[in-house]
């Protein structure tokens, strides 16, 4: 269930170290991460704040890594059950 502070909720990141260091802040509140369609909604938003922070990165140098840790980032400052439904609305249903 979603509380008055999760719908302003929002994750920021900082890039440090990194040599496009910098902060991105990931909104989430309006989402529902329980559903397919809000986790994916998630990760599009997600893989926008990695494009940003890690276009300083050269390909060489490891952008692709640099673009995983901002996912693993985001998804690990996301709340316990929150965390919980975005992955288990990632997870393929069997039938």
Same mark, same amino acid.
């Given at each position: 269930?979603?509380?008055?502070?999760?719908?302003?909720?929002?994750?920021?990141?900082?890039?440090?170290?990194?040599?496009?260091?910098?902060?991105?802040?990931?909104?989430?509140?309006?989402? *529902?991460?329980?559903?397919? +369609?809000?986790?994916?909604?998630?990760?599009?938003?997600?893989?926008?704040?990695?494009?940003?922070?890690?276009?300083?990165?050269?390909?060489? +140098?490891?952008?692709?890594?640099?673009?995983?840790?901002?996912? *693993?980032?985001?998804?690990?400052?996301?709340?316990?059950?929150?965390?919980? *439904?975005?992955?288990?609305?990632?997870?393929?249903?069997?039938?």
């Amino acid at each position: 269930m979603k509380t008055l502070a999760s719908l302003v909720a929002v994750l920021t990141l900082a890039a440090a170290g990194s040599a496009s260091a910098g902060e991105v802040r990931i909104a989430w509140g309006d989402l *529902d991460l329980s559903t397919p +369609a809000g986790a994916e909604a998630f990760d599009t938003r997600v893989r926008a704040a990695a494009r940003k922070m890690c276009r300083g990165v050269p390909m060489t +140098a490891g952008r692709a890594d640099c673009r995983a840790a901002v996912r *693993d980032e985001a998804v690990a400052r996301l709340p316990g059950a929150a965390q919980v *439904d975005y992955a288990l609305s990632r997870v393929p249903l069997v039938a």
